[in-house]
Each structure stands twice: as structure tokens, then as C-alpha cells.
Nanobody, 116 residues
């Protein structure tokens, strides 16, 4: 069974840090590009970060560039999102996804709330 399980969300103060994890199972993790999306209330879903399968190259939304880092550990079938210098506008549900050709898998999401 294909599963993507996010964890690590929670409440953090502005300027703080969180590390999100996404544990994958049921497919060949190393062959898939991995992405983090987020969706805030009343806003469209936003692609936050991507890490490719072939070279491990990364891409980030301009809103998080320099603050967030996506990484993957293929031996652990896990992708991470390190979030530093968090801002209130980072508040959203964060979703992990796996992409290969036309195949997409999605996790359930984890809530991140940045507030003082």
C-alpha cells in the first residue's frame, strides 16, 4: 500500500524553526521526485519545494528561498523540509507528494502554525 505520512508540524513562534518529515512506503522512493506543498486558509495550494530523483537538485518558491531546505534520505525512504526563520505567513497545512511521470501520491498533511 502506498503511504506518505507527514510529521513534525506544530505551533512555533515567529523566527523559530521546524523540521517536517515525510515517511514513504509502498513504492520505489528513490525513483520519484518529492515535493512539499502548502495551503493556507483562503489561499491556493502553493508548491514550496522540490527535490529530484536523478540528481537531487532542488527548487524553492521565492517566498521560502533562503529559509527552507528540502532534503531526502533514500535509505530511509524519507523526505524532509527544514524550515527556519518562520513567519506568520508560513502558517498552512503542509503536504508531501511523490511524482513520477503521470503518477502522483499525496500524504494527509501536517499543520504548521506560526504565531506569537
Amino acid at each position: 500500500q502506498v503511504q506518505l505520512v507527514e510529521s513534525g508540524g506544530g505551533l512555533v513562534q515567529p523566527g523559530g524553526s521546524l523540521r517536517l518529515s515525510c515517511a514513504a512506503s509502498g513504492f520505489t522512493f528513490s525513483m520519484y521526485a518529492m515535493r512539499w506543498y502548502r495551503q493556507a486558509p483562503g489561499k491556493e495550494r502553493e508548491l514550496v519545494a522540490t527535490i529530484t530523483s536523478a540528481r537531487g537538485s532542488t527548487n524553492y518558491a521565492e517566498s521560502v528561498k533562503g529559509r527552507f531546505t528540502i532534503s531526502r534520505d533514500n535509505a530511509k525512504n524519507t523526505v524532509y523540509l527544514q524550515m527556519n526563520s518562520l513567519k506568520p505567513e508560513d502558517t498552512a497545512v503542509y503536504y508531501c507528494s511523490a511524482l513520477r511521470a503521470f503518477v502522483n501520491y499525496w500524504g494527509q498533511g501536517t499543520q504548521v502554525t506560526v504565531s506569537s
